[in-house]
């Protein structure tokens, strides 16, 4: 899962044009949503969604994406510990060692997802949609 702004809604769903959006087809989903969605609950959402669909076996996913959910409920409450900038830091850090040594492609792309979500959509910061 990859999030992409408005200029890629006329992207053609190719392995091809979602490169050149940054982006990656995961499984095919396109979810589009507008600007009064609250993106803090969202994202904080797909970070549980991962935690749940972790089987467990191996520590950098059962840990990370337990991990990873805690640091995205700050952000998305707007309670971080420290700035906003180093939850994003640390988030930077658990999610490349999730990619670096999970087994499994739950693990190894839990991170990107969530990365991708809170960066795109400023969940955290100051005139966001959190």
């Keep these: ?17 979602a490169r050149k959006h940054g982006a990656t087809l995961g499984s095919g989903v ?6 009064a969605v609250p993106m803090g609950p969202l994202v904080a959402r797909i970070a549980r969604f991962f935690r749940d669909e972790s089987c467990g076996q191996c520590v950098p ?6 991990r990873q ?7 998305a409450k707007g309670a971080p510990l420290g700035s906003v900038d180093d939850e994003l830091a640390l988030l930077h850090e658990l999610g490349q060692c999730m ?7 739950l693990g190894q792309t839990a991170s990107s997802a969530v990365e991708s979500a809170l960066v795109k959509l400023r969940v955290g ?5 959190s």
Excluded at 30 to 35: E, G, H, K, T
Excluded at 125 to 129: D, F, T, V
Aim: charged fraction near 30%.
């Design 1 to 17: 899962m990859e999030v992409v702004d408005a200029g890629a809604l006329a992207m053609p769903l190719t392995l091809e044009d």
């Design 30 to 35: 396109a979810l589009v949503l507008d600007d």
């Design 61 to 66: 996913c059962r840990v990370g994406t337990v």
């Design 69 to 75: 959910e805690e640091l995205v409920t700050r952000l």
């Design 99 to 105: 990619r670096d040594a999970s087994i499994c492609g």
């Design 125 to 129: 910061r100051e005139g966001s949609a």
